[in-house]
């Protein structure tokens, strides 16, 4: 499966060769603050099968469960296009609103769901984690 992807400017875009390896939606205060939303959704897909045009900036942040996220966004919109795990090295999670079709992705699992806004409906039908499961390596 191949996906495409933009930042809202446009100054930086990728192309992954890969199927998606999990596709989680997280709702821990950081990915709240990062996205300015309820939530980010994150699909996982092995970090050396994107290929990118443009850069990005990096943000390290020290999670609760202390590993470290790297998160990349674009330095001149701002838009969050990747976060990458000290945990789950090999493995990149883009952000699934920078996806230039969404129709294939379908989130698997809620995570960090002890800080979830109370105004949002789950799916009840998708696995819940109180925190973050143990996460796949790429």
Not at 73 to 99: D, E, H, N, Q, R
Not at 100 to 111: F, K, L, M, R, Y
Not at 114 to 126: F, I, P, R
Request: hydrophobic residues 35%; aromatic residues 8%.
């Amino acid at each position: 499966m191949a996906m495409t992807g933009q930042c809202l400017c446009g100054q930086y875009s990728y192309t992954v060769e890969a199927d998606p390896m999990m596709t989680a939606i997280c709702h821990c205060k950081s990915c709240q603050r990062q996205s300015g939303s309820a939530f980010s959704t994150n699909v996982g897909v092995p970090e050396a099968a994107i290929k990118a045009d443009g850069e990005l900036k990096i943000f390290e942040e020290t999670a609760d469960s202390g590993n470290l996220v790297y998160r990349h966004f674009c330095g001149t919109c701002g838009s969050p296009v990747i976060s990458t795990l000290s945990a789950s090295p090999g493995l990149a999670f883009l952000k699934a609103g920078t996806l230039d079709d969404t129709d294939a992705i379908a989130p698997q699992v809620n995570i960090w769901c002890k800080s979830a806004q109370n105004w949002v409906a789950m799916d009840e039908a998708l696995p819940r984690f109180e925190e973050s499961p143990e996460m796949p390596q790429g």
